[in-house]
């Protein structure tokens, strides 16, 4: 592809603001951004003539369907096509036509999505509303061009069953919280505050042809059985090392797909572990960023297939090689464009950014369970705690300038001094010295503070940001909340703001930790301080439906009672039935290639025996050979066996929370039982012999 100029294909593709400028009456265009900015209801008529303008500009781009496309409790993105073809006129010709009221309404079939109880089969209507704050697009692909509507996807009966709808429902209660403590700060101006989001992208690349020779890739997405290579990431020459040409092509189009929906992909390089790579674009409002983040993840896989590629977004698709997760940058930002997370030079000084730093660490210390659930995942319990990504233990990272203000706080009651950054001298004369931040940064900590916003590092690659952002926009504005209501009963607010500053600062500093987050000392101090350490998936769900979480989504409209237990119910059968599907892909597999492969192996060491002996020489080695294979491949058809009887008895039991906690504790440990001989038998079978790529084969060869 030629090289492209940036500013004239960025957000070629999409329905933006400025298209709408465009295209639309000065009247319609006014009236739609009074919904957008002010969530005042959309009229009908409106609608229509939007609907109007979007179709004939879809057109023109060569779109012949549209599509609601939204993000149902699935994982992934969701769509149903519809032409635009009406029905044929008397003279056979046929109209395009797309209505209001097909812009404002979809209806996909309910029943035949996670619902966790909310829908029985039998009822299926559900319905996909426009979402309006997200611009539509056009993407092109095989299928031609289609016409993108970013919708919120609920049931018949009013209930989310969707990732954007409690998005969009958090996000409006943070606004409220947070302009009413504004006021009463006396900020008279802002009157509306987003959240800002930018969710940055870790994934792997690997060939095509070799991903198609790996069963367990193809069913799962990460490798069950595989021996290590001789190189791993051991001598950190892949990070942010020079990017190899068919990566660098493969990047190129990505950015260019990208750049044309309007996604700002900025940052490119390569990760820590070879063949792993990172893309983070620039920030978003938050629910665009949501929608953008989809939009990558899809991209990768489409531009890789192209390439003969092969994306993964398995948070761990290599056993003992690092792992992806997707860091969630988080802030908060006023209309009038007020980073509310901005400490400024003066930090001590800056008295509401204080209360806003505070405020959060009071949110994430008593809802951290919470916090940890919005990233569980079936592929993050192997990745969460290993040396490469945050352990489970949710704790919050200041840096040593803010820690200091904070301890100034807890100690004196006031805080008259930040730490400042010195200069940075090089020793180098032709290099410039600069000023260097106050603060280091700490890659080991879940929730840490980055210049002005948070870093929430402990989401999974393949997962929506949807989740993490709904708990942190609710669990904030929550706090917000409780401090207004406080200040609104006080005659000194400025007192009370001080007080309250160091009543939090005090009674939250439990989850404030600056150190090594991969030490075990820190866990056993976690332990000591009371902070929750839930490890897996399966511990971290009940957090989701505990009477705290209920009480503070209810308050907030996020999600009801029913919706929560209902996404618990999705989450513990989500589990089961992927551990499940691990499960029976390594039965498949043993079975069927690797014990095949092995037998086959020991008859040429057992007839080389034989042959060598027959001529009279000692064939030692060759029988040493023989006697370990055969020892193995004892054990792994135990190992097998195992793992068939319990896999059927999990099968057979009826979904829930009993199910995936078998699952977790027996059915996986039977997997790993079953592959530590085979991993330590693909180190002795000949590599001509062996079913499927190595390791080596996978990561080093793209």
Not at 129 to 158: H, M, Q
Request: a negative charge; one cysteine or more; proline letters at 4%.
């Amino acid at each position: 592809m030629e090289n492209v100029n940036v500013t004239e294909i960025f957000g070629e593709n999409v329905f933006s603001d400025k298209v709408m400028q465009e295209r639309l009456p000065k009247k319609v265009y006014k009236e739609l951004h009074e919904t957008i900015d002010e969530g005042k209801e959309l009229d009908p008529m409106i609608a229509e003539v939007v609907a109007g303008a979007m179709k004939e500009w879809a057109i023109e781009k060569g779109a012949t369907h549209y599509t609601h496309w939204f993000q149902p409790l699935t994982g992934v993105t969701a769509e149903k096509h519809d032409s635009f073809i009406s029905a044929p006129t008397k003279e056979g010709n046929v109209l395009m036509e797309f209505s209001g009221k097909e812009l404002i309404k979809g209806e996909p079939d309910a029943s035949s999505f996670p619902s966790g109880g909310l829908r029985a089969t039998f009822e299926a209507r559900g319905y996909t509303a426009w979402d309006c704050t997200s611009p539509a697009f056009v993407r092109k692909d095989s299928a031609g061009a289609t016409l993108c509507i970013p919708t919120a996807f609920c049931s018949y009966t009013g209930e989310a069953l969707d990732q954007k709808t409690p998005l969009l429902r958090s996000m409006e209660a943070l606004s409220v919280q947070t302009i009413r403590l504004l006021r009463l700060l006396g900020n008279t101006t802002s009157k509306k505050a987003t959240p800002s989001v930018g969710p940055e992208q870790e994934y792997f690349i690997v060939d095509r042809d070799l991903y198609l020779k790996r069963k367990d890739l193809i069913f799962t997405g990460r490798t069950l059985f595989g021996a290590m290579p001789p190189k791993g990431q051991e001598m950190d020459d892949h990070y942010f090392g020079v990017i190899r040409e068919r990566i660098a092509a493969f990047m190129k189009d990505v950015n260019r797909e990208l750049w044309g929906l309007g996604v700002s992909a900025k940052t490119q390089h390569n990760e820590v572990a070879p063949a792993q790579h990172e893309l983070a674009p620039i920030y978003a409002q938050c629910n665009v960023a949501v929608d953008h983040n989809q939009m990558v993840m899809e991209t990768l896989k489409k531009v890789a297939y192209d390439h003969n590629l092969q994306c993964l977004l398995h948070e761990k698709p290599f056993d003992g090689v690092n792992g992806s997760g997707k860091h969630n940058n988080w802030s908060l930002i006023t209309d009038d464009g007020i980073n509310l997370l901005d400490p400024g030079k003066t930090p001590h000084e800056n008295i509401q950014f204080l209360l806003i730093l505070i405020c959060i660490l009071k949110a994430v210390d008593e809802h951290a369970e919470l916090l940890r659930e919005s990233a569980a995942d079936v592929g993050n319990d192997q990745r969460l705690g290993a040396n490469e990504a945050p352990p489970a233990i949710i704790s919050v990272f200041l840096g040593e300038q803010l820690e200091d203000v904070l301890t100034q706080l807890i100690s004196t009651g006031e805080a008259t001094h930040s730490k400042r950054g010195e200069k940075l001298h090089t020793g180098v004369r032709t290099l410039p010295d600069f000023r260097k931040d106050a603060t280091d940064r700490n890659r080991t900590s879940p929730f840490a503070f980055t210049g002005n916003k948070f870093e929430f590092r402990m989401v999974g690659s393949r997962d929506s940001v949807a989740m993490p952002n709904v708990v942190i926009n609710t669990i904030v504005a929550e706090v917000f909340d409780e401090v207004a209501t406080i200040l609104e009963k006080t005659d000194d607010v400025e007192m009370a703001v001080h007080d309250l500053i160091k009543e939090f600062a005090t009674n939250h500093q439990r989850i404030v930790f600056n150190g090594n987050g991969y030490s075990d000392e820190w866990i056993e101090e976690a332990k000591r301080r009371g902070l929750p350490n839930l490890k897996s998936m399966v511990d971290a769900i009940p957090a989701l439906i505990s009477e705290k979480t209920i009480k503070t989504f209810e308050k907030y409209n996020v999600f009801t009672r029913a919706e929560l237990e209902s996404r618990a119910e999705i989450q513990y059968e989500t589990y089961a039935k992927a551990v499940n599907i691990e499960a029976k892909a390594m039965i498949d597999i043993a079975s069927k290639h690797i014990i095949p492969a092995v037998i086959r192996y020991t008859k040429v060491l057992a007839d080389t025996v034989n042959s060598v002996e027959t001529a009279g020489v000692t064939a030692n080695v060759q029988r040493e050979l023989l006697e370990e294979t055969s020892m193995l491949l004892e054990q792994t058809k135990k190992s097998l066996n195992v793992l068939i009887e319990v896999a059927a008895k999990g099968s057979a039991m009826e979904d829930g929370e009993d199910c995936a906690r078998y699952f977790h504790d027996v059915v996986s440990k039977a997997m790993v039982d079953l592959r530590t001989p085979v991993d330590q038998l693909e180190m002795i079978v000949d590599k001509e012999m062996w079913p499927m790529p190595s390791y080596g084969d996978l990561i080093f060869e793209v």
